[in-house]
């Protein structure tokens, strides 16, 4: 079921940081939005559409293809889907309030 942008599936709006690794090196990258089959997100030069990457979150590693990039963002699509059970913990991140 296609979202109402037209995308396979809903994403959600989150600010939480990445790694992305290419066969150049790694990136630290911003990401904008997340759902269980990609992500887009925001660094300085992002890899080049069509390449293959490795999405990093904490513990969450996921191969993904950039589908499209511009100077400072771009979409990945995961070559499968985000286990419910990672997005979860991805998304708690989120809505957890900072430890003392």
Same mark, same amino acid.
Request: hydrophobic content about 40%; aromatic content about 4%; charged content about 25%.
């Given at each position: 079921?296609?979202?109402?942008? +037209? !995308?396979?599936?809903?994403? $959600? #709006?989150?600010?939480l940081k990445a790694i992305i690794i ?27 559409? +069509? !390449?293959?990457?490795?999405? $990093? #979150? ?43």
């Amino acid at each position: 079921m296609e979202s109402v942008d +037209g !995308r396979s599936a809903a994403r $959600k #709006h989150v600010l939480l940081k990445a790694i992305i690794i290419t066969d150049e090196g790694m990136l630290t990258a911003r990401i904008r939005d997340l759902s269980e089959s990609g992500v887009k997100i925001s660094c300085s030069g992002p890899p080049a559409e +069509g !390449r293959d990457v490795i999405f $990093k #979150h904490g513990e969450i590693f996921i191969a993904a293809r950039v589908t499209w990039a511009t100077e400072a963002d771009a979409g990945l699509e995961f070559y499968r889907k985000l286990p419910p059970g990672d997005l979860v913990k991805m998304l708690q991140l989120i809505s957890s309030p900072p430890q003392a």
